[in-house]
T-cell receptor
């Protein structure tokens, strides 16, 4: 059973399109995250939600909009995709916002052409 | 200057070798420290936490030097399966679970 699952795993789309990545965790964790890993392999946090409430919102273009319908789900919607959005997007969760161990999903490889 | 800095490598070592990675962090308010491992095209996974007194987990030893803001990971008796990227991770004490990842050090263990 996958603890943190995200879909789709691979996504190729054209500039200007709108796309969503879905994420679900079955660990019963309170906190979920979206991270972006660029071509240089740096992993950077984008958003963090605790019990559906936004607690971290790093400097991310407002074309990126997270949505958490419940604490087990955190989806990422991206409007007007740009070439620079090509990256691997990792969803993750932790037991609580102060938890030390973060569990990552397998990643979603987004390529914008 | 990046908040967490690592030598990207790659470190190419033969099986059985001992290899050490270093990491420096710039934020003196950092309170928790970790090493994560990321295999090629996979997600990062926690390898071990790093404690002030140093800690060991099998062939892996982690050390922290708060005065120098420096973290290390030592791998003894390298196995082929140790080939991966090792990410140094630092957590600030407040503002939620703000983990800052280094760019990773790539290790390749050769037969």
């Amino acid at each position: 059973d996958t603890a943190v699952s995200q879909t789709p795993k691979y996504l190729v789309t054209q500039m200007g399109n709108d796309k969503s990545i879905k994420c679900e965790q079955n660990l019963g964790h309170d906190t979920m995250y979206w991270y972006k890993q660029d071509s240089k392999k740096f992993l950077k946090i984008m958003f963090s939600y605790n019990n559906k409430e936004l607690i971290i919102n790093e400097t991310v273009p407002n074309r990126f909009s997270p949505k958490s319908p419940d604490k087990a789900h955190l989806n990422l919607h991206i409007n007007s995709l740009e070439l620079g959005d090509s990256a691997v997007y990792f969803c993750a969760s932790s037991l609580r916002s102060s938890g030390n161990t973060i569990y990552f999903g397998e990643g979603s490889w987004l390529t914008v052409v | 200057r990046k908040e967490v800095e690592q030598d990207p490598g790659p470190f190419n070592v033969p099986e059985g070798a001992t290899v050490a990675f270093n990491c420096t962090y710039s934020n003196s308010a950092s309170q928790s420290f970790f090493w994560y491992r990321q295999d090629c095209r996979k997600e990062p996974k926690l390898l071990m936490s790093v404690y002030s007194s140093g800690n060991e987990d099998g062939r892996f030893t982690a050390q922290l030097n708060r005065a120098s803001q420096y973290i290390s990971l030592l791998i003894r008796d390298s196995k082929l399966s140790d080939s991966a990227t090792y990410l140094c991770v630092v957590k600030r004490g407040n503002a939620g679970n703000m983990l800052t990842f280094g760019g990773g050090t790539r290790l390749m263990v050769k037969p």
